[in-house]
């Protein structure tokens, strides 16, 4: 039998190995594998780990492979380009240019996101999104479009750092979330433009009910 390279769970690791499995807990989050309270714990417990063993027993019910691990008879996975929006420096880019984008539907919202309207317009549906992180940072740069996201019932915006012009914002949600709920950080400029942030509408609600019932309107 060949001998198992793997290292003993008892060594010590360090910031490498920890950052390997922060890596992998957030993609495994914006896959929809973890709850935002199950990655905030596991990201809290992998910074605090001292061993192999305190940073396997983190990713054990997920199917991916570490470094330091023994291959195992599983699917491969196929690893691309690392995901938009899961750091600062590459955010989700979001452009109206002169026509319009937009993100409605099931899909996950990334921690950083870039809003250049342009000329034209931006809308992000979040009522059947997921959010991968507790706190998700979008940046907006001054255009002379629109730009209209709709939320969830509980979620809340901070938009104390986002600046106007000749344009407007209209803030129609709390500024604090409610217990579980993600908070969106706004920042940035609105230009010429506009941002209005709402809750579902009427119509918004009753086709969300005849769909997929989603469990985030309704509180």
Known sequence: M???????????????????????????????RLTMDELEM???????????????ALVADLSVELPWRTPTIQPQRVHGPPAAGYSREDPLRLNGGMSSEKRQGLWTIPPFIQINPGMGSVKLNCLEATPAAPVIEIEMI???????????????????????????????????????????????????????????????????????GHPQLGH
């Open 142 to 212: 001054a255009g002379a479009g629109s730009v209209l996201m709709v939320l969830p019932d509980g979620w809340g915006v901070d938009a104390d750092r986002l600046y106007k012009t000749w344009g407007s914002k209209a803030l129609k949600v709390p500024r604090d979330p409610a217990p579980g709920q993600p908070l969106l950080v706004i920042y940035g400029t609105v230009g010429l433009g506009s941002l209005k942030v709402r809750p579902a509408n009427s119509l918004e609600r009753r086709r969300l009910e005849r769909g997929s």
């Open 2 to 32: 060949a001998p198992d390279p793997s290292p003993p769970g008892h060594l010590r690791i360090g910031h490498s190995e920890r950052e390997v499995v922060v890596a992998v807990l957030q993609e495994a989050a914006g896959d929809g």
């Open 42 to 56: 596991r990201l809290e417990a992998a910074l605090r780990s001292k061993t192999y063993a305190d940073l396997d």
